[in-house]
């Protein structure tokens, strides 16, 4: 394997390892904390937010959402992992 300081090249099985999920539908794999880019529907511009968790209060079912919209009622353009975020992100304070 090749190795220097800046790139290291994985093995397929250190590769699988580092894998947290995978699906072909992108909103089975979406986490809290991620921020998103989508629209609500075609019409609307679109928008960034962060994916939070929040709570029916009738059937006491926790769901993913952005803005009070469910994932199933957007559509999502573009996807920053919460880790990826953190890690390129400045903090201000």
Same mark, same amino acid.
């Given at each position: ?6 790139? !290291? ?8 390892? %580092?894998?947290? &999920?995978?699906? /072909?539908?992108? %909103? !089975?794999?979406? =986490?809290?904390?991620?921020?998103? !880019?989508?629209?609500? @529907? @075609?019409?609307? +511009? +679109? /928008?960034?937010?962060?994916? /939070? %968790?929040?709570?029916?209060?009738? &059937? @006491? !079912?926790?769901?993913?959402?952005? =803005?009070?919209? &469910? ?10 992992? /919460? ?7 400045? @903090?201000?304070?």
């Amino acid at each position: 394997m090749y190795e220097d300081r800046e790139t !290291k090249v994985l093995s397929l099985d250190e590769l699988q390892d %580092k894998i947290v &999920s995978h699906s /072909k539908d992108i %909103k !089975k794999i979406i =986490e809290e904390g991620d921020v998103l !880019k989508y629209r609500v @529907n @075609n019409l609307s +511009a +679109a /928008k960034i937010g962060e994916v /939070k %968790k929040h709570k029916d209060p009738r &059937s @006491n !079912k926790e769901y993913l959402s952005i =803005e009070f919209y &469910s994932l199933e009622q957007i559509e999502i353009l573009q996807v920053i992992t /919460k880790e990826r975020f953190e890690l390129e992100s400045y @903090n201000l304070q």
